[in-house]
């Protein structure tokens, strides 16, 4: 099964899980199939992440993986919304490597799909910082 993680980190932290995955490549004792069949794709803040995955895109994903349209009209079509604004969440999504566009060839439409059979969030969002003490700013009152 193909999964795409879709995580919240801070970009340091980013970074430092990148270096790690790059010198474990190199290593020569590393299994291939050790890395699976996963992908994932981290954003530095909820906000950010909310930007790019709003629930418009979302429900268009779900619509692409569900109906496998042939074509950007057919899958405004499934959800109801203007091409040209189908296509442009289309470009951002196949940006991210969420959806793959096949160009269809000369004189055809571009066909949409998602390489995944499901999506998972992986979201750590904490309610308090560390050093806010809460039993000094909550009342029951």
Same mark, same amino acid.
């Given at each position: 099964?193909?999964?795409?993680? /879709? ?6 932290? &980013? #970074?430092?899980? @990148?270096?790690? *995955?790059?010198?474990?490549?190199? !290593?020569?004792?590393?299994e ?24 418009t ?6 619509? /692409? ?5 042939d074509? &950007? #009209?057919?899958? @405004?079509?499934? *959800?109801?919304?203007?091409?040209? !604004? ?56």
């Amino acid at each position: 099964m193909t999964t795409l993680e /879709i995580t919240i980190k801070p970009l340091d932290d &980013v #970074r430092s899980e @990148a270096l790690d *995955v790059a010198q474990a490549i190199d !290593d020569p004792d590393q299994e291939p199939e050790a890395w699976g069949d996963r992908r994932v794709i981290s954003f530095p803040s909820y906000d950010v992440m909310t930007t790019h995955l709003s629930a418009t895109r979302l429900e268009l994903v779900r619509a /692409i993986a569900k109906h496998d349209p042939d074509s &950007v #009209r057919e899958t @405004a079509e499934l *959800v109801d919304r203007d091409v040209g !604004d189908v296509s442009r969440d289309l470009q951002r999504l196949s940006g991210l490597e969420i959806v793959e566009m096949d160009d269809g060839g000369t004189g055809m439409p571009s066909k949409p799909s998602v390489p995944y059979e499901r999506i998972e969030f992986n979201i750590d969002y904490p309610l308090a910082d560390d050093d806010i003490d809460t039993d000094a700013t909550a009342s029951a009152d």
